[in-house]
């Protein structure tokens, strides 16, 4: 790796980003196979493999002396499908040196992974595919709610998951995303504020009666509903809820409107979010 290469999966980002200007979505194919020439060992191809066993992968060409993305095309959110296609163009970038057998990574892999490198591949395709001050602009100070997170990402060509993932990081409130499979929770991901307040969900954990996730025939509108203290945590939470019939998952968005927000200047002291982490090892 060249010394002038950044040495951050969130350098890598930023630097494609300027380089390739702001078009949304961004197409993470042409800037894998263009970008990596640059390189003795680039991306030759990036393909489909319907592998049951991962969503994505990154492997190695001995042969010919390169790389190749893997997708799976089963996955039916194409957003999710740029999105792991990012996550693997991460991974080339930052790690393939590391581990030069390459990655296969599972749908636990692809968003909320508690390993080191699943989290900065994640990072690096974030920031790639949302970079932040667009993301801001478009959010502003409006309400987040199903429609605004719904434009986001179709705006990105990623996952609901994702673009509330997003939110998390850009936003002053106190917010929690919660991912739950078959009535438990799978993980959790806070915002600054959250973690600062101490609000955690727990790996394994029901979900709670009363709440949206956990009734899938209880109706409400693209804001989702007003919950008492006492259902999410002890404080009152609005849950948007998000339901993806195809990964037997449910995705709440609890949003802590009465807990005020981090003062400005927040995203200088950051209170680094490792609860998610805790939660995977179980």
Same mark, same amino acid.
């Given at each position: 790796?060249?010394?002038?290469?950044?040495?951050?999966?969130?350098?890598?980002?930023?630097?494609?980003?300027?380089? /390739?200007?702001?078009?949304?979505?961004?197409?993470?194919?042409?800037? #894998?196979?263009?970008?990596?020439?640059?390189?003795?060992?680039?991306?030759?191809?990036?393909?489909?493999?319907?592998?049951?066993?991962?969503?994505?992968?990154?492997?190695?060409? *001995?042969?010919?002396?390169?790389?190749?993305?893997?997708?799976?095309?089963?996955?039916?959110?194409?957003?999710?499908?740029?999105? &792991?296609?990012?996550?693997? /163009?991460?991974?080339?970038?930052?790690?393939?040196?590391?581990?030069?057998?390459? =990655?296969?990574?599972?749908?636990?892999?692809?968003?909320?992974?508690? *390993?080191?490198?699943?989290?900065?591949?994640?990072? =690096?395709?974030?920031?790639?595919? %949302?970079?932040?001050?667009?993301?801001? $602009?478009?959010?502003?100070?409006?309400? %987040?709610?199903? $429609?605004?997170?719904?434009?986001?990402?179709? *705006?990105?060509?990623?996952?609901?998951?994702?673009? #509330?993932?997003?939110?998390?990081?850009?936003?002053?409130?106190?917010?929690?995303?919660?991912?739950?499979?078959?009535?438990?929770?799978?993980?959790?991901?806070?915002?600054?504020?959250?973690?600062?307040?101490?609000?955690?969900?727990?790996?394994?954990?029901?979900?709670?009666?009363?709440?949206?996730?956990?009734?899938?025939?209880?109706?409400?509108?693209?804001?989702?509903?007003?919950?008492?203290?006492?259902?999410? /945590?002890? +404080?009152?939470? +609005?849950?948007?809820?998000? =339901?993806?019939?195809?990964?037997?998952? &449910?995705?709440?968005?609890?949003? =802590?409107? $009465?807990?005020?927000?981090?003062?400005?200047?927040?995203?200088?002291?950051?209170?680094? $979010? &490792?609860?998610?982490?805790?939660? %995977?090892?179980?």
């Amino acid at each position: 790796m060249a010394r002038t290469d950044p040495t951050t999966p969130r350098a890598w980002a930023n630097t494609l980003v300027r380089m /390739w200007g702001p078009r949304f979505p961004v197409d993470v194919r042409q800037i #894998a196979l263009e970008y990596s020439t640059r390189f003795a060992d680039p991306v030759l191809t990036i393909t489909e493999a319907p592998v049951p066993s991962f969503e994505g992968a990154l492997a190695p060409l *001995r042969k010919r002396g390169g790389w190749v993305i893997l997708y799976n095309p089963d996955i039916r959110s194409a957003g999710r499908i740029n999105y &792991t296609l990012g996550h693997e /163009w991460g991974h080339y970038l930052c790690h393939r040196h590391q581990v030069p057998g390459g =990655f296969e990574c599972g749908e636990s892999d692809v968003l909320g992974g508690s *390993r080191e490198q699943e989290r900065e591949a994640d990072q =690096f395709a974030s920031y790639l595919l %949302m970079p932040l001050d667009d993301y801001r $602009d478009q959010v502003g100070n409006e309400r %987040m709610n199903l $429609d605004l997170l719904k434009h986001c990402a179709d *705006r990105y060509d990623v996952s609901l998951t994702a673009a #509330a993932l997003k939110w998390l990081e850009s936003t002053s409130l106190c917010a929690a995303v919660v991912v739950a499979t078959n009535g438990f929770v799978l993980w959790c991901r806070r915002s600054a504020g959250a973690a600062q307040a101490g609000i955690f969900f727990a790996r394994g954990m029901e979900l709670p009666q009363g709440s949206l996730a956990a009734d899938g025939n209880r109706r409400a509108s693209a804001d989702g509903l007003d919950l008492a203290p006492g259902v999410w /945590w002890s +404080r009152p939470v +609005r849950e948007v809820a998000i =339901f993806a019939d195809n990964y037997e998952m &449910t995705i709440s968005l609890l949003i =802590f409107e $009465d807990h005020g927000v981090l003062p400005d200047g927040w995203e200088d002291e950051i209170v680094e $979010d &490792t609860f998610d982490r805790f939660s %995977m090892r179980g």
